[in-house]
């Protein structure tokens, strides 16, 4: 588990309880220089932080993230999208992008675009949700 700030990491521990015994690191660092072990995960999810990446940083920590599955090995976005150009949250300093935008990133990552699907169910007044799996 990665996050900036210690106080997440120590709220994750405590919401997840006898349960965090099964995250095998917790990680306190920014996404920009977070570098995962190779080959070691069968599957990496991240949700909900790539706003606070530029492009470039983005790519970069998805290459990463690309090293660091094991064959056969997934990776999934789970983000918020704006339906026709990227918007900045000044309150948060967070980007909100595109699907198109996402899809580039992703393929200039090196990962190839497996499974996109909608989030069911969610207010249509808040921004789409989308999961996109990869390998």
């Given at each position: 588990?990665?996050?900036?700030t210690?106080?997440?990491?120590?709220?994750?521990?405590?919401?997840?309880?006898?349960?965090?015994?099964?995250?095998?690191q917790?990680?306190?660092?920014?996404?920009?220089?977070?570098i995962?072990?190779?080959?070691?995960?069968?599957?990496?999810?991240?949700?909900?932080?790539?706003?606070?990446?530029?492009?470039?940083d983005?790519?970069?920590?998805?290459?990463?993230?690309?090293?660091?599955?094991?064959?056969?090995?997934?990776?999934?976005?789970?983000?918020?999208?704006t339906?026709?150009?990227?918007?900045f949250?000044?309150?948060?300093?967070?980007?909100?992008?595109?699907?198109?935008?996402?899809?580039?990133?992703?393929h200039?990552?090196?990962?190839?675009?497996?499974?996109?699907?909608?989030?069911?169910?969610f207010?249509?007044?808040?921004?789409?949700?989308?999961?996109?799996?990869?390998?």
């Amino acid at each position: 588990m990665v996050d900036v700030t210690e106080g997440f990491i120590s709220k994750a521990k405590e919401y997840l309880g006898t349960d965090s015994t099964k995250v095998s690191q917790f990680h306190v660092c920014p996404l920009q220089s977070f570098i995962p072990q190779v080959n070691k995960y069968d599957c990496i999810w991240i949700q909900w932080v790539l706003g606070y990446l530029t492009d470039a940083d983005l790519v970069e920590f998805l290459k990463r993230c690309k090293l660091a599955l094991k064959q056969n090995g997934i990776c999934v976005i789970k983000e918020n999208l704006t339906k026709d150009e990227r918007e900045f949250d000044e309150e948060d300093s967070s980007y909100t992008r595109t699907k198109s935008e996402y899809l580039n990133i992703i393929h200039k990552a090196g990962f190839r675009l497996i499974r996109d699907e909608k989030q069911r169910n969610f207010p249509k007044e808040l921004y789409e949700v989308r999961m996109f799996a990869l390998q």
